[in-house]
């Protein structure tokens, strides 16, 4: 079964501390891994995804096939970082499937 | 450029009654996408559109859901009649290609009293 998993329904760090959203996913084809982010009052909108290989607002993330993991790494986290997370798959058929969020909250 | 727009944003309706919700995609985007997040549950795929064709329609729970695109243009989903568990947002979004980004409109609040 298709499946993300995001085990921390919040996180909270303190302003430049090093930040990792976890995200697991269960796929038995190729995936295709996304971040997305809703900030307040605003859209869900993409952060990342692994096949661009990109890094934005200085987030990474690594697909790691053997673990099956897609975890969200920023080294120096901000408070405009606060916002909900969501890991997201997409596959074959293009829908994609969303873990259940995690709140990063970025005290100063 | 306009991004993804629904309307209405916000809907409060009593069980029984019909709902329509509309999407209005990015211009030029042949793929369109139904989503929803009910209470304390994950964004789950509803529905995908490739003009005015149901691509796959897998995710949409029961007849009580009815989703068009005539014209391959904006998109409706319309509850009827709607019950208490249809309460929740209601995303849309689109993309230009198939499996290229999807942007997301702002989300329609459903609530159903």
């Known amino acids: 079964a298709q499946r993300v998993t995001q085990p921390e329904k919040l996180l909270s760090v303190f302003k430049g501390a090093p930040v990792e959203l976890k995200c697991n996913y269960s796929?038995?084809?190729?995936?295709?891994l996304f971040w997305y982010v809703q900030y307040s009052r605003q859209r869900l909108q993409l952060l990342l995804r692994?096949?661009s290989r990109e890094s934005i607002k200085g987030f990474t993330a690594d697909l790691n096939k053997g673990e099956t993991s897609f975890h969200l790494k920023k080294p120096f986290a901000q408070e405009e970082d606060s916002a909900m997370y969501y890991c997201a798959l997409g596959g074959a058929t293009n829908k994609l499937i969303f873990g259940t969020g995690t709140l990063l909250a970025v005290q100063p | 450029e306009a991004g993804v727009t629904q309307f209405p944003s916000h809907s409060v309706i009593e069980k029984g009654q019909t709902v329509t919700l509309r999407c209005d995609p990015i211009s030029g985007h042949d793929n369109l996408y139904w989503y929803r997040r009910v209470m304390g549950k994950e964004i789950k795929f509803l529905l995908h559109f490739v003009k005015e064709s149901k691509q796959d329609e897998s995710g949409m729970p029961n007849n009580r859901f009815l989703a068009e695109r005539t014209g391959g243009t904006y998109s409706t989903l319309k509850v009827q009649p709607a019950e208490l568990e249809d309460s929740g947002v209601y995303f849309c979004?689109?993309?230009?290609?198939?499996?290229?980004?999807?942007?997301f409109g702002p989300g329609t609040r459903l609530l159903v009293l």
């Open positions: 692994h096949i």
């Open positions: 979004a689109s993309s230009q290609f198939f499996q290229e980004t999807q942007y």
């Open positions: 796929y038995s084809g190729s995936p295709e």
